[in-house]
């Protein structure tokens, strides 16, 4: 009798066994057909939208922003089916896919399908807006007594001219932009806001932050570790700032100092106080050949990218820069406006780092992984790339200059790029702090708020008098919300990275004089570890995997801090 209880069971455990695997088995099909499905509209779609909006940053035609306005809604369209998140939900919540990459595959496309859960009206709204923004930056053009000026014509004259009214001028005539378009990205900012609502978050930069794999609490917590990290070695760089600013204008004392006086128009970059003209390396240089022939040298080409590329300022063009993967196959892209200097030497190289990791992600691997691991990871990439054209070794490397000239220039580059990465530092504390507190209350003064947080961060002075919206001059504020905290993510990894690579690649201590230059396994390191396996794990997992560590500032520090 009890032999038979046994046997019973042992038929009943079976059955139950094989109900579970047949449960499985039907949810996994359901899936696959699901992005089989997916993916055949969402392949041509994402190709041709991203195809449309290059054509209207080149251009800058309004018959091409439409265009791209058009297929921008297609793609929220698709990704606003409330019966593929009803799908989606049901194999999630079954918990019966087992498999590792269609597990990371369903959790990557139910964070997009998120969307279905708001409004579609309000997500074309914001498709439509963010474009007729876009379109008033890119035919923005600083007026100063009646000579239109472009970017690189504004940040000319505040890097090189020494009549502070003139710089003042170019300044205020740059920062009217924002009069342009500030009520449209307040507007813009509530509309983003209203959808965030409608998927249960507090507001849109909360959910930016969480649908892209971040913690809002860590990050912050980050960013205030960071501050005090770098707040009194920025308060000792901007004292000498300063002091070499009051003679170089000849004033009177650090009072009269203000925002147009620091050589840009965000003082988003280290300003030139070192004795040393780095663009003198670069004038007459062909910045595509360098950078072409550096890249080809640790084995990531890049000439088939460049031939795709737009790299000169035309008329109507956007002015800033950017990398763009049009179909995940092989066609990558990069929009720049480069002069021969060393700021554009050092975007090309940054724009170019995002380039070969785009173009090196396994394109094995299914359509909707590849990705960077995550958009900072391609910044750190990018950023450590873009350091180098400030490296003297890489000068010398590079540009064939004689090691007793390396040398020279030596200690005032390395002091140049510490500069460098404390400005920046702070100046992206600024962006995330004033976005956060946009997004938290958008009808509050955020001009004040602006301000205020510059005095904080950059120890700026606030312009007397002057309540404009200064901060809507920012493009990422109204294009790109929500990402600025990625570069400084990207500084801490780029910072990870190199000192890994200088360690276990290139076997050497000396974490000064490195560049790269020629070293193929640069690149076979890169290529496998970070780059081939795109977004198949979470991002600190697939820096653990490469550097034996999960993301930490310590190398940032011991690099650019102490």
């Not at 969480?210 to 009194?232: A, G, H, M, N, Y």
């Not at 700021?343 to 094995?364: K, Q």
């Amino acid at each position: 009798m009890k032999t038979l209880k046994i046997f019973v069971a042992l038929l009943a455990s079976a059955a139950l066994i094989s109900g579970c695997q047949s449960k499985q088995e039907n949810m996994k099909k359901e899936l696959v057909d699901f992005i089989k499905k997916f993916d055949s509209v969402y392949i041509p779609l994402y190709k041709a939208a991203n195809l449309a909006s290059w054509d209207a940053s080149i251009t800058g035609k309004p018959e091409d922003f439409k265009k791209s306005e058009d297929l921008q809604m297609k793609v929220v369209k698709l990704f606003a089916d409330k019966e593929s998140l009803k799908k989606l939900e049901e194999i999630k919540v079954s918990g019966m896919i087992t498999d590792t990459m269609l597990l990371r595959e369903l959790d990557v496309l139910y964070r997009n399908f998120l969307m279905a859960k708001a409004d579609t009206a309000k997500l074309n709204a914001t498709v439509r807006m963010s474009s007729a923004i876009e379109q008033k930056y890119g035919n923005f053009r600083a007026e100063v007594k009646g000579k239109k000026l472009n970017d690189n014509e504004v940040e000319d004259i505040l890097k090189h001219s020494k009549d502070v009214n003139a710089q003042k001028e170019v300044w205020m005539a740059q920062k009217k932009i924002g009069t342009v378009v500030a009520a449209d990205i307040i507007a813009l900012v509530k509309k983003r806001n209203e959808i965030a609502k409608d998927l249960g978050f507090k507001n849109y930069h909360e959910m930016s932050l969480t649908l892209s794999e971040q913690d809002p609490k860590v990050i912050s917590s980050l960013f205030e570790q960071l501050d005090s990290l770098t707040r009194s070695s920025f308060a000792e760089v901007k004292g000498e700032i300063d002091s070499y600013f009051v003679k170089y204008y000849n004033l009177k004392s650090k009072d009269e100092l203000r925002p147009w006086n620091y050589q840009n128009r965000f003082f988003q970059e280290a300003p030139r106080i070192y004795e040393q003209d780095l663009d003198q390396f670069y004038k007459g240089k062909n910045l595509e050949v360098l950078t072409s022939t550096y890249y080809a040298g640790i084995g990531l080409p890049v000439d088939g990218m460049i031939k795709n590329s737009d790299l000169y300022g035309k008329p109507g063009k956007n002015q800033h820069a950017y990398c763009t993967d049009i179909d995940k196959n092989g066609d990558v892209r990069v929009l720049c406006n480069i002069v021969p200097n060393e700021t554009w030497m050092g975007t090309m190289l940054h724009e170019f780092g995002h380039a070969v990791y785009f173009d090196a992600i396994n394109r094995d691997l299914p359509f909707i992984l590849r990705d960077p691991a995550h958009t900072f990871t391609t910044e750190a990439i990018a950023e450590m790339f873009g350091r180098f054209s400030t490296n003297p070794q890489w000068i010398k490397d590079n540009l064939g200059i004689s090691e007793q000239e390396k040398m020279k220039i030596a200690e005032t580059s390395l002091k140049t790029l510490r500069l460098q990465q404390l400005v920046f530092s702070r100046w992206a504390q600024l962006m995330y702090n004033f976005e956060k507190g946009m997004y938290e209350n958008p009808d509050q003064d955020l001009n004040k708020l602006w301000w205020d947080l510059a005095e904080k961060f950059q120890m700026l002075k606030r312009p007397e008098g002057r309540n404009e919206p200064d901060w809507a001059s920012k493009i990422h504020i109204a294009l790109y919300p929500c990402y600025y905290h990625n570069y400084l993510l990207g500084e801490l990894l780029a910072s990870q990275l190199y000192f890994y690579m200088v360690k276990n690649i290139l076997k050497s201590e000396d974490y000064r004089f490195q560049s790269f230059t020629g070293n193929k396994g640069i690149g076979t390191f890169l290529k496998e570890k970070v780059f081939a396996p795109g977004s198949r794990y979470y991002w600190n997992d697939m820096i653990e995997k490469a550097t034996g560590e999960k993301l930490t500032p310590k190398y940032y520090a011991k690099q650019f801090v102490k």
